[in-house]
Nanobody
């Protein structure tokens, strides 16, 4: 059974930075791709970033150049480094591995 636990969210001013973490339990972490998604109030959940098992990354256009996804297979953890944050980045951020989702962590960016 896989469990994903996000952390690192919080309140930050526009232009600031945050690093989110997603710790996975269970087997197979190093062989699986991981995604970050987010859901803003009143909006659909949207994909943010992907990292493959080989370390290849891809980003949504709205965050490209500002967010960096990375992984540490020794720690079964995936990270999302967020910089130059904007109020539009305010959302609950979720990590996903295969069909498993974490519970989310709230990110609020004040203007």
């Amino acid at each position: 059974q896989v469990q994903l636990v996000e952390s690192g969210g919080g309140l930050v001013q526009a232009g600031g930075s945050l690093r989110l973490s997603c710790a996975a339990s269970g087997s197979g972490f190093s062989t699986r791709a991981l995604d970050w998604y987010r859901q803003a109030p009143g909006k659909q959940r949207e994909w943010v970033a992907l990292i493959t098992s080989a370390g290849t990354t891809n980003y949504a256009g709205s965050v490209k150049g500002r967010f960096t996804i990375s992984r540490d297979n020794a720690k079964n953890t995936v990270y999302l480094q967020m910089s130059s944050l904007k109020p539009d980045d305010t959302a609950i951020y979720y990590c996903k591995m295969s069909s498993y989702w974490g519970q989310g962590t709230q990110v609020t960016v004040s203007s």
